[in-house]
């Protein structure tokens, strides 16, 4: 739609209120002022813009800005909004949701959409490594702070500086590791493993989780004054037997890419694949059914993909775990 202005000679209240009501946006009365007129049609075509977003974004055309993620159902809708209303802010940012359910796009979403977007994403897993090796991975270390430590070492909170730093399984953090991370946080500050020279950092920082931290914290578990610090905004990723209807476009999504990566000639899927797709519960979520298809293409003789070469598992057996 255009936005449309009305100039009139003769204007009066009840005229202007005649060409609102058939859809123009404003009205300029003769003789104007150019200044008024140039800030009119900047208003117009500011509004302009933003109703192209809503009707945009209320056809589902959002494909640009969320490149990497699938989805049309309304879960996904919300999940896309939550990261238009926050990818701009330096809001630290929560992502929930099972293993596999596409968190880290979630991560990448907010750090393409925000102003950050052409400095550094940087991602670590906190369930990956020793407690040790982790706070010298995000601090970073000095030469000889420890057996082997044979030069120094930039940590992932320094290599985000001005970016975007995902932690995964921040529920795996120890005690110790979760007060450092408070104090970067709060005071955006800390000093490398071995040294005392103190590093400041602008980062903003998306954590996500597989576990229950309201449920941690009452072991005694997760500090809950850090919990606090990373939700200031929480995501919410629903598992995929939640949101049955993005099964059938993932799994078109992932035919696509494998089939250019295994150059084959496949092209979509036979009625009784889908009916087995959409019949399994995918306890792996999103992983597990990219795994599912890079397997399928891998296999498929056909143009198009057979129930028999999904081979899906039986019914609460994860087909990841084969």
Known sequence: GTVGLVMTAYGTVESAVDAMKAGAYDYVLKPFDLEEMEMKVERAIEHRRLLARIEAYDRSEIVPRFENIVGESPQMKDVFRTIEKVARSNATVLVLGETGVGKELVAEALHRNSSRADRPFVKMNCAALHESLLESELFGHERGAFTGADRQRTGRFELANEGTLFLDEIGNMTPSTQTKVLRVLQEREFERLGGSRTVKVDVRLVAATNKDLEEAIKRGEFR?????????VSVNVP???ERKEDIVPLASHFIDRFAKELKKDVRG?????????????WPGNIRELENAIERAV??????????????????GRSSADN
């Open 239 to 241: 598992p995929l037997r």
């Open 224 to 232: 809950e004054d850090l919990y606090y610090r990373l939700n200031v």
């Open 298 to 315: 891998l296999m498929a003789e056909g143009r198009f993909l057979q129930e028999d070469d999904l081979n899906l598992a039986a019914p």
């Open 269 to 281: 899927l036979e009625p009784a694949a889908v009916r087995s797709l959409k019949r399994h519960t």
